[in-house]
């Protein structure tokens, strides 16, 4: 039987989602400002369509980060998890951090996105498709 929701929260559970499946895409992202924002060598990302994704915030704890180069990062002000994007370049969608999901998905990452801007510290050693930068 198919997966037909998953749940998630932030860190201190303040800022719930449930969303419902299937996502568009799972892929790992190896650009700099995901990188920087969660502090990692690369971030996996859900991508959600933002109208299949309810999200419970009864204290108002979810924050929204507006980046000057364009995008949104949504993050609890309580625990400080960085939780969800949301950019101009995917209209509609809204991208969950995978780590955030209490419930497992069928869906495994199916490539590494901008991995021309990949750190070199860290050696990616699986046969998914590393894709650069879209071009702008």
Do not use: N
């Amino acid at each position: 039987m198919s997966q037909t929701t998953a749940a998630g929260s932030c860190l201190c559970g303040r800022v719930r989602f449930l969303a419902r499946m299937p996502p568009k895409w799972v892929a790992h992202c190896h650009c700099t400002r995901c990188r920087r924002a969660h502090g990692a060598a690369f971030v996996t990302w859900v991508g959600m369509e933002e109208a299949r994704v309810g999200i419970e915030d009864p204290e108002g704890a979810l924050r929204w980060h507006v980046a000057e180069g364009g995008g949104q990062r949504g993050f609890c002000s309580h625990c400080g998890s960085p939780m969800l994007f949301k950019g101009e370049r995917w209209p509609g969608e809204l991208h969950i951090a995978r780590a955030l999901f209490t419930d497992a998905l069928e869906q495994l990452p199916q490539a590494h996105a901008y991995y021309d801007t990949h750190v070199d510290w860290f050696e990616v050693g699986d046969a998914l498709p590393k894709k650069p930068a879209p071009e702008a």
